[in-house]
Structure formats: C-alpha cells, structure tokens
C-alpha cells in the first residue's frame, strides 16, 4: 500500500482523538438540560418565550441548564473524617433577552447527586432537598430575580446556600461596585477554608483579584460534604429570560491547613493520585475555541503515535527507494570493460574481415559470443 494514502487514513482516524480539546462533544463537562456551546463558551440557559407583561410560571426541565465536571471529585476522607477546602476562579457574564426581564440567575454548585433538580421558580435549577432528603449540596448563588419567599435581599445579589434556597448569607452586589446585569464579563474568587470553617467570594471586572470580598462568611461543611461530590454550574430562566454563560474556570481542593493557598501552577487536573492521595484532586476547565481545553498531557498517546507513524513512513518511504534503486540497476545494466587480449581473441586476432565499419579514430567489429562467453 502506498505510505502516502496510509498515512492519510491514518490521519483521518487520528483526527478526533488528536481534536478532543477542542470538541464539544466530547468534553471533560457533562451538559444537562438548556445548557449549551455558544462560540467561545457555554451557556447555561436559552432564551424563553417573553411577554410584556410575564407572569411567573412553573419552571421546566427546558428552563435549566447544568454544567458539571465529568467526573465527581473527593472532599472527604473516610479514615481521618478529614474535610477538604477549595478554591475556585471562573468568569462568566449574563446576558438578558431583548424586551425580557432577567432569568433567575446562576450558581457555583457543589452536590452529592448531579440529577436532582428543583424545577419552581427561582431556585436556579439548585438540588431539592425534599426529593432528596440524604443528597446535600453548597452553592454560591448570583442572583438577578427577586422572591421575598427565598429570602432575596433584592434581585442583584451574591449569597452562600447551603442545602436550602435562603442563603446563610447574602450581599447586596451593587453596593460592592458590581452590577450582575451589567452584561460585563466578571470574574470571581471562592476560598473555603475547613480550619477557618470560612467562605469567602471576590467578585470583579479585572482579572486581578480584589483585594476584599465582596462576601464572608462563617459556615462548617464538614458535615455536609461526602466522600466524592459534583462540582460545577446551574441556572434557571422560571422568571425571565436570558442567557448564563460561563468562560472560564479552574477548581482545586488542597489541604486542611489554613495557610495552603494556591499558587498559578498548583492547579491539577482532577485525577487519583497515588503518591499523595489526601485531598490531592482538582480540575482545570477553560472554554476554548469549539469546546473544552484539557491539559497537554493528555494528548501525549496521539503524538506518541504520530510520531511513530511519521518514524514509519520515512522508513517505509527510504527502503522502497533503494529498492527502486536497484531494480533500476538490473534493468540499465551495461558491459564491464574488456581487457586488450580478450579483445584480440574475440576479433581473431584483429582479424581485418571481422571490421564492420571504420571511421577516423577507430573501427567497430563484430565480436565472437563463444569467446566472451568463456
């Protein structure tokens, strides 16, 4: 076969594994509901149906969108009843339907089940706990609907849910100098600390983090993590329309000590590592041209086997050409050089009735072929 169209079929079937980082249908998130690729990112929400006049309805399953990591990650172990803190950074900006109020809203998840929903109005698509009284969660709500019933300060707020809808703690996002409707990117900062039993949450336009949260607050989660936990992001358009979208995000969970602060390069992709199995587990998210970014590792086994292939085919390509080489050879062999006596035997002895033809400088004889042949 030639190496040539080889190595195209070849490629063709290498293709997809080598374009994992950038397709959306295969990422290292799992999509439920309304969420979806939009570009450079994803959104979490679609647009709904809009009236002048909205009333509230009941929410749907075609009102929520999800965006969880693909794979649930560790925040407490077992043996020591050690609990995990974390930190996460991500940006996202929410953008309103034309001529629609502002949907419910979005929230930082963390949740023992990835399939439990709330689907009244308002809650974000946030866990239920009363059809699932042994699941837990936490969020870090961002909150553009106002209902008083959820014990919403305004409709542009920032507040801590722990397993309940009415946050333990909530802020008023304007008075921080951030206005969630703004249609700005923004970016935000979540530290919880297990030694400090601290949450705390840096809002902002720059990617430079503030230098004061916007919230703190005092809350113990050691009881309510268990062992593996969903991370990730919910939102809901029950009361408004618009679109949810997130751009970017990296999560880790470090250590209980409380000065273990991450650093740029501590950031891990979220794998089981056997030297240091204690809290060790994190993820790196980032919303790339047609998808997810995953880390370059990754794509080691395709260009491992595209360099063997490519070692392969020059291979292949330099032995088929000795080989034409020497065909080539046999097929344009010439006669060697003849000695002078064998010469004088094969003419007779320069026999002059052997000469055929005779110019200036030499002549042309016939030649015996039983005395070359000897």
Not at 79 to 96: E, G, L, M, P, Q
Not at 212 to 235: N, T
Not at 335 to 357: H, Q
Request: proline share 6%; glycine share 8%.
């Amino acid at each position: 076969m030639n190496p040539f169209l080889f190595f195209f079929f070849f490629y063709l079937i290498l293709l997809p594994a080598l374009s994992l980082r950038f397709s959306p249908s295969q990422p290292n998130l799992t999509l439920y509901g309304d969420a979806f690729f939009r570009g450079h990112t994803i959104s979490l929400t679609q647009q709904q149906p809009c009236f002048p006049s909205p009333s509230p309805r009941n929410c749907s399953s075609s009102g929520i969108g999800r965006a969880l990591y693909v794979y649930p990650i560790k925040f407490l172990e077992p043996s020591t009843n050690t609990t995990a803190s974390f930190s996460c950074r991500f940006s996202f900006t929410i953008i309103a339907s034309p001529s629609c109020p502002f949907g419910d809203g979005f929230a930082f998840l963390i949740a023992s089940n990835a399939d439990s929903f709330t689907f009244s109005n308002g809650f974000l698509g946030l866990p239920d706990p009363a059809l699932d009284p042994h699941g837990s969660f936490v969020a870090v709500e961002f909150d553009t609907a106002f209902d008083p019933s959820h014990g919403d300060i305004n409709d542009n707020h920032v507040g801590i849910d722990v397993n309940s809808i009415v946050s333990v703690a909530s802020v008023d996002a304007v008075s921080k100098g951030i206005d969630l409707k703004s249609g700005r990117e923004m970016m935000v900062w979540i530290e919880y600390s297990d030694v400090l039993k601290l949450i705390r949450v840096w809002v902002g336009y720059s990617r430079v983090k503030p230098k004061s949260p916007v919230l703190a607050a005092q809350v113990d989660l050691a009881g309510k993590f268990r062992e593996y936990m969903h991370v990730g992001f919910s939102a809901s358009n029950a009361l408004g329309s618009a679109f949810h979208i997130v751009e970017r995000w990296k999560f880790r969970t470090f250590g209980s000590h409380p000065d273990a602060v991450q650093e740029d390069d501590d950031w891990l992709v979220c794998f089981e590592n056997p030297r240091n199995v204690r809290h060790r587990y994190g993820l790196d998210v980032r919303v790339s041209v047609v998808g997810l970014r995953i880390p370059f590792w990754s794509l080691l086994p395709g260009l491992a086997a595209v360099v063997v292939l490519t070692a392969f085919i020059a291979y292949s390509l330099i032995r088929g050409k000795k080989r034409i080489v020497c065909e080539g050879v046999g097929l344009n062999r010439v006669p060697g050089r003849l000695s002078l006596a064998e010469i004088k035997s094969a003419t007779s002895g320069f026999n002059e009735n052997t000469i055929v033809g005779l110019t200036g400088h030499s002549a042309t004889a016939t030649l015996s072929p039983r005395s070359l042949l000897q």
